[in-house]
């Protein structure tokens, strides 16, 4: 069984540029969840995606979005990059959004922003 | 709103020595409860968890926590600590009933020495 895998692994970017980071969900699963660890810190919930809906989201600003297909993979888009952008990005994966599915996460991208 | 609060940043300890690694919630509803842990340049793995029945909990790795609804605490700990237990340890609660977005502590960096 594979489990959730994460591209790339490293980007580098500049301010105001716009990124595109993937996730694949574990075999099964329907729903995916991101996180964003700034250095030092905790994951703090961006959003998550329920069969291709967004099912919820946390504080951050519109410029994050996100994308679920119908094999239930994901992509997190963030536009015009800041500084503070810079940060560790998790996915996770579980078999439904309910509060007692475990959630299964990725190795992680790291973006740096320039 | 929830919170969760990580008494310790930092733990250093001796290998085969007993550790404890702290946590607070603050919540006016019911929640579960996780420990995830961080090796370096990795995603987070589920150590433990709690959502109902008896409030000790036996995790991998030899790791249990105990569930103090009194004290909303929900503390890990480990008899005997090994180098391999060397990373970053993180505390996270869901609220009961609604849908799996964690709310994370900052974490604790436990580090064993020879």
């Known amino acids: 069984e594979t489990g959730v895998t994460q591209s790339p692994t490293h980007l580098i970017k500049t301010r105001g540029q716009q990124v595109t980071l993937r996730c694949s969900s574990q075999s099964g699963h329907n729903t995916v969840s991101w996180y964003q660890q700034a250095l030092g810190q905790g994951p703090q919930f961006i959003f998550q995606y329920y069969r291709e809906e967004e099912n919820g989201r946390g504080n951050f600003p519109p410029r994050f979005s996100g994308l679920q297909f119908p094999n239930y993979s994901s992509e997190l888009n963030v536009n015009a990059l800041e500084l503070d952008d810079s940060a560790l990005y998790l996915c996770a994966s579980s078999l439904a959004p309910t509060s007692t599915d475990t959630q299964y996460f990725g190795p992680g991208t790291r973006l740096t922003v320039l | 709103a929830q919170s969760v609060t990580q008494l310790d940043s930092q733990v250093p300890v001796f290998e085969e020595a007993p550790v404890e690694l702290r946590c607070n919630y603050s919540s006016s509803v019911s929640v579960y409860l996780f420990w995830y842990v961080q090796y370096p340049n990795q995603g987070l793995q589920l150590l433990l968890k709690?959502?109902?029945?008896?409030?000790l909990v036996k995790g991998i790795n030899g790791f249990e926590a105990e569930f103090n609804k009194s004290q909303t605490s929900f503390h890990l700990r480990k008899p005997s600590v090994h180098i391999s237990d060397t990373a970053e340890y993180f505390c996270?609660?869901?609220?009961?009933?609604?849908?799996?977005?964690?709310?994370f502590g900052a974490g604790t960096r436990l580090a064993v020495h020879p």
């Open positions: 996270a609660v869901i609220v009961s009933g609604g849908y799996n977005k964690l709310i």
């Open positions: 709690y959502l109902s029945g008896s409030t």
